[in-house]
């Protein structure tokens, strides 16, 4: 599975939209690109995923270059209860099912 | 369905002792991961299993840690003897096959040994 590069930490403020980007410069044709985060002492949560065109949900947005060697997630109107550690995950389509996990963006929402 | 169960939540142990946690994946669910959690080392995939078969387990760190999944609805993770360095949240998860599909996380156990 490719590799990601996220910035380590990054703070926004409450109500405003939070931008976190992700490198994936290495990805390949047949792989996705999934978001989870984790909120302190929980599990991970699925967020959202891709593979080429832009996606949105009840949670967030998806983000894809046309290249694809970027994406970024956006809250729209982050709240305090999004402060979370938001991991970017480059996955195949077919084949084994397990993640990789970075470090992450640890994301602060301040009010 | 009450998500993925994991038992016990917090466990305090001393080195040496012999250490099972448990997972309840959800119903329907043909895998189940076992992942460890550490500052150093951050989120790590010890063992994953499709259809109760392990299929991947490279990333267990020694012949200390074993992993079973007797039947579709319940796995073991043992570690024996447990050391210090062992102490970490294990989480558990489980999933559908398919190409998008997510994966469900238990809320952990909180493993100690002193």
């Known amino acids: 599975d490719a590799k990601t590069t996220q910035p380590p930490s990054m703070d926004c403020a409450e109500g405003r939209a939070a931008n976190l980007p992700c490198n994936h410069s290495t990805i390949s044709g047949n792989e996705y690109v999934y978001w989870y985060r984790q909120i302190h002492s929980q599990g991970p949560q699925y967020i959202i995923h891709g593979l080429k065109n832009n996606e949105t949900n009840e949670m967030a947005s998806l983000i894809i270059t046309e290249d694809r060697k970027s994406s970024t997630l956006i809250l729209p109107h982050a709240t305090l209860r999004d402060t979370a550690v938001y991991y970017c995950i480059v996955r195949a389509i077919q084949g084994a099912q397990k993640l990789v996990f970075g470090q992450g963006t640890r994301l602060t929402i301040n009010p | 369905d009450a998500g993925v169960i994991q038992s016990p939540r917090h466990e305090v142990t001393e080195m040496g002792q012999e250490v099972t946690l448990r997972c309840k994946p959800i119903s329907g669910h043909d895998y189940l991961f076992w992942y460890r959690q550490t500052m150093m080392r951050g989120l790590e995939l010890l063992i994953y299993?499709?259809?109760?078969?392990?299929?991947?387990d490279s990333g267990m760190p020694e012949d200390r840690f074993s992993a079973k999944m007797p039947n579709a609805s319940f796995s073991t993770l043992k570690i024996q003897p447990s050391e210090p360095r062992d102490s970490a949240v294990y989480f558990c998860?489980?999933?559908?096959?398919?190409?998008?599909?997510?994966?469900?996380f238990g809320p952990g156990t909180r493993l100690t040994v002193l």
């Open positions: 299993f499709n259809n109760n078969v392990p299929i991947d």
């Open positions: 998860a489980s999933t559908i096959a398919g190409a998008g599909n997510e994966q469900f």
